[in-house]
Each structure stands twice: as structure tokens, then as C-alpha cells.
């Protein structure tokens, strides 16, 4: 083996690709995660966007704007 060391799951190489995919869901669901945060009137569009349309770039970019909606301030009417 000329003195190479073999992977392994505990290397760097493992932990780093966990953190890639990581990245790679958190941002696929940001639409829903910002809507959730942020108490949109319509969360439940922008899950059902994100999830059947999100993996398209058209479709992830509806749900981010739909997401980024206006929120009523307390007191005004729905």
C-alpha cells in the first residue's frame, strides 16, 4: 500500500461529505424553514411548493417568494 493509510468512516472525508449533504437539505428546505420562522399566512403552500416543485430551481424560488410574504402585525385584520 506504500505507506498510504486507507479511508475511513471516522476521516475527515466522511465528516465532510455529512456536513455537504447537511447543507445540500437545509438549503432545499429553506423556503419552508424561513416560512416556519417567520409565521407566513400560507406556510402549508410553501411546504407543498417546496416539496413537489423545490427541486427545481423555478419552483424553489416560488416557495422562497412565498416565504418572504408579508406577515400581518398584530391587531390587523386577516
Known amino acids: ?5 486507507a479511508a475511513s468512516p471516522t476521516g475527515t472525508g466522511y465528516v465532510g461529505g455529512t456536513l455537504g449533504i447537511l447543507a445540500i ?3 432545499y428546505w429553506l423556503p419552508t424553514i424561513i416560512a416556519l420562522i417567520r409565521h407566513v399566512r400560507g406556510k402549508g403552500q410553501v ?3 417546496n416539496l413537489l416543485l423545490g427541486w427545481t430551481v423555478i ?8 416565504a418572504f410574504r408579508a ?3 398584530a391587531g390587523e385584520a386577516r
Open 47 to 49: 411546504v407543498v411548493v
Open 71 to 73: 406577515v400581518p402585525r
Open 1 to 5: 500500500m506504500h505507506g498510504h493509510l
Open 59 to 66: 419552483g424553489w424560488i416560488v416557495a422562497l417568494v412565498m
Open 25 to 27: 437539505v437545509v438549503a
